[in-house]
T-cell receptor, first 113, second 114 residues
């Protein structure tokens, strides 16, 4: 399985941009990069996903390195509601299945007022 | 749409008891899955299904059974509960797209086995 590496925790101030890094040096050519977040006492919530090109949506931007060995989730203006655990996940294609998401421990983002 | 619903929200079992965690979705998603999350850990996949009548094992399937008789429902059965199964259980669903797309998660069932 292709693995991801994320910092255990990061801190940000409210209304400032946040860049959450993820390393995935063993990514295969057709693995998609997904980001989810989990607010306290809630189920995970989809944030964004991409393959090769940078992606934007209403929640965040995803910047993917040219060699695809790393990516960065960008929250343009952090709010207190963005405090959560952020998971960087590669679509797992092992065993002939391309539907599994393998979660690591993620990055705990703390947002200071 | 109600999205992904799970019942019950909380459950306490004694060792050896059996029970079924219910999961339903009203989005006509082909793919459904069950995860467990232990304190301070990420989610681990228990079982998943890519359509009615098709199920497969995930990372930690032992002690759990599933079936998928309809598109909407994907119950998780604990045959003989053990304290090691104390966890929060999440059900998820999505369309069976090649990039998987957005996976929708339920609110979770918090299970304690004494």
């Amino acid at each position: 399985d292709a693995k991801t590496t994320q910092p255990n925790s990061m801190e940000s101030n409210e209304e400032e941009p946040v860049h959450l890094p993820c390393n995935h040096s063993t990514i295969s050519g057709t693995d998609y990069i997904h980001w989810y977040r989990q607010l306290p006492s809630q189920g995970p919530e989809y944030v964004i996903h991409g393959l090769t090109s940078n992606v934007n949506n209403r929640m965040a931007s995803l910047a993917i390195a040219e060699d695809r060995k790393s990516s960065t989730l960008i929250l343009h203006r952090a709010t207190l509601r963005d405090a959560a655990v952020y998971y960087c996940i590669l679509r797992d294609r092992s065993g002939g299945s391309n539907y599994k998401l393998t979660f690591g421990k993620g990055t705990l983002l703390t947002v200071n007022p | 749409n109600a999205g992904v619903t799970q019942t019950p929200k909380f459950q306490v079992l004694k060792t050896g008891q059996s029970m079924t965690l219910q999961c339903a979705q009203d989005m006509n998603h082909e793919y459904m899955s069950w995860y467990r999350q232990d304190p301070g850990m990420g989610l681990r996949l228990i079982h998943y299904s890519v359509g009615a009548g098709i199920t497969d094992q995930g990372e930690v399937p032992n002690g759990y059974n599933v079936s998928r008789s309809t598109t909407e429902d994907f119950p998780l059965r604990l045959l003989s509960a053990a304290p090691s199964q104390t966890s929060v259980y999440f059900c998820a669903s999505s369309y069976a797209r090649v990039d998987m797309g957005e996976q929708f998660f339920g609110p979770g069932t918090r299970l304690t086995v004494l």
